[in-house]
């Protein structure tokens, strides 16, 4: 059985831990800084809480680390694992700057592992389902794409997110870069993106709304945006020569990974559209556990995570530039 290390112990980390477990992955030690919380988390997955990074991942029965930290030490703990020849599944973005992931790549190549970024959202049932229509000509020519997520929150003051240098971008780099990967292996390569960013009402002083426009290789057109403070949102609707496809949750599920599906509505030009529910969390720790055992490759690596994180600070040095 493929033995993991977790780093990290916040909200998303037990739910790959739980995903880890649930594709038959062996969860063998974990780390995160508060002792406590370190400590529930070991008893909650049976597994040892290790008191540094280098411990956690230094365990012998350890092959592959879930890196579930804040971007901007996905390199340090990236290049800690790498250099002891553990591969590396890190949650999206991949990191904070496009230089950061480079590093990230280049040392996971020079020490023969893996590199697996969580671009978890084009997994799902109904995002397989959109994309085989996409692919069947079923929307005619695609030529407009329209995206929202947003997840209201609150930011204690001590919290990396609730911090503007930490979390540059806010919902688009937390949440809409989930749209972007989705539109990108929908629709192909995005050639450029623009964008704007404001805080309007949320307590800590973060961009808490965003809007970016994309244009695809295709010729394509389209916008994400999203919101850190507006209620649970998670819509995507296509427009095509010949047809709408229209994709909706109910994000009210959210955290409940495994619920996203059973609560989404697809249709094309209105007509419901079947698809089969799936479990995207534990697809993708399956995935990465059976490409360490040499099984089979990965769908979300190195390319596909700075392509997303591209987007996203190309979109904000526009803004940048546009404010000076």
């Known amino acids: 059985m493929t033995g993991l290390a977790v780093l990290g112990a916040g909200m998303w ?3 790959l831990a739980a995903a880890a477990q649930r594709a038959g992955l062996d969860v063998v030690t974990c780390h995160c800084r508060d002792e406590r919380r370190r400590a529930e988390f070991a008893e909650r997955f049976g597994c040892e809480p290790a ?3 280098e411990e956690a991942i230094g365990h012998p029965d350890v092959e592959g680390v879930l890196i579930v930290t804040p971007n901007d030490v996905h390199l340090e703990h990236t290049l800690a694992s790498a250099a002891l020849g553990r591969h590396v599944f890190v949650e999206k973005p991949i990191a904070d700057t496009l230089e950061a992931g480079e590093r990230m790549r280049e040392a996971c190549l020079d020490a023969g592992v893996l590199l697996m970024v969580g671009h978890a959202f084009r997994r799902l049932g109904a995002a397989r389902r959109a994309k085989e229509l996409i692919d069947a000509g079923a929307l005619g020519r695609v030529v407009l794409a329209e995206a929202n997520m947003s997840l209201p929150g609150t930011f204690k003051p001590e919290a990396w997110r609730a911090q503007r240098s930490r ?7 937390q949440l809409g870069i989930h749209h972007v990967d989705t539109l990108t292996n929908w629709l192909g390569p995005v050639r450029d993106a623009t964008g704007r960013f404001a805080h309007l009402h949320a307590d800590a002083d973060i961009d808490d709304v965003g ?13 994400v945006t999203g919101s850190y403070v507006s209620p649970k949102t998670l819509s995507l609707r296509l427009l095509g020569s010949e047809a709408v496809l229209e994709y909706r949750t109910d994000f009210s599920v959210w955290p409940d990974a495994q619920a996203l599906d059973g609560a ?3 249709t094309l030009d209105g007509e419901r559209v079947d698809f089969e529910e799936r479990d995207m969390l534990s697809e993708e720790l399956g995935e990465f556990g059976r490409s360490i055992r040499g099984e089979t490759g990965i769908e979300t690596g190195a390319a596909e995570g700075l392509a997303a994180l591209g987007v996203i ?12």
């Open 211 to 223: 809007v970016v426009r994309l244009e695809f290789e295709s010729g394509a057109l389209g916008t």
């Open 13 to 15: 980390a037990p739910r």
């Open 313 to 324: 600070l190309q979109a904000l040095e526009s803004h940048a530039e546009a404010v000076r």
């Open 264 to 266: 989404t509505t697809l």
């Open 51 to 53: 008191a540094s990074v």
């Open 167 to 173: 979390n540059r971008g806010g919902p688009l780099m």
